[in-house]
């Protein structure tokens, strides 16, 4: 069973702090993304990632960044986190053409 | 518990009892669609996929129904148990890497 292991369940961070999430998968998947989920809004792709040290710009991409130095590992970064940034953040990995996304057990980011 | 989602429609069903998730969809460009199943503090399970040169596709109490011409994605149940509580959602996927997610529909079951 493919694995994708976020670091943190719940976080608490305040306004304006540099805020990093880590996923890690363990199947050797090239791709790997990272969504939002909201109530009322469902799953937003922020980013993703096709290679290492490759990225691409999801749907709603402002404020944060992504960081893919190793295969297994794709980390999202909240530069200055805000209110409106609290959420629940999703990682998943996905491996070739026509395979579902696998994903983690979420974040649940709260910015006061 | 996680608030996957507050305005979900809710589907109410008992113990025992068949199953039906209902999903409309507007492309009709998509390789292929897929059912997952969010549990209360869990990320998104895969249940089942279809590719869209099909009609239906069986897994274990699962169907998948999937109409072109109406381009509605169904998902039926058997048997539904208590541990099929979730919300459940669709998702398009056009050229094998792109998602397009469903709202979601929250699954009950009655004891």
């Known amino acids: 069973d493919v694995k994708v292991t976020q670091s943190s369940r719940y976080l608490v961070k305040r306004t304006g702090e540099k805020v990093f999430l880590e996923c890690v998968q363990d199947m050797d998947h090239e791709n790997m993304f990272w969504y939002r989920q909201d109530p009322g809004l469902g799953l937003r792709l922020i980013y993703f990632s096709y290679d290492v040290k490759m990225k691409e710009k999801g749907d709603i991409p402002e404020g944060y960044s992504v960081s893919r130095e190793k295969k297994e590992r794709f980390s999202l970064i909240l530069e200055s986190a805000s209110t409106n940034q609290t959420s629940m953040y999703l990682c998943?990995?996905?491996?070739?053409?026509?395979?579902?996304?696998?994903f983690g057990n979420g974040t649940r980011l709260t910015v006061t | 518990g996680e608030s996957v989602g507050l305005h979900l429609p809710t589907l109410s069903v008992q113990e025992g009892d068949n199953s039906i998730i209902n999903c409309a969809y507007s492309?009709?460009?998509?390789?292929?669609f897929i059912w997952y199943k969010q549990e209360s503090g869990k990320g998104p399970q895969f249940i089942i996929d279809?590719?869209?040169?099909?009609d239906k596709r069986q897994g274990q109490r699962v169907t998948v129904l999937l109409n072109k011409t109406v381009k509605h994605l169904s998902l039926q149940i058997a048997a539904t148990q208590p541990g099929d509580s979730a919300v459940y959602f669709c998702a398009e996927v056009f050229y094998g890497q792109n998602f397009v997610f469903g709202p979601g529909t929250r699954l009950s079951v009655l004891p």
């Open positions: 492309n009709s460009a998509s390789d292929y």
């Open positions: 998943a990995s996905k491996g070739g053409q026509d395979s579902p996304l696998h």
């Open positions: 279809i590719r869209s040169n099909m």
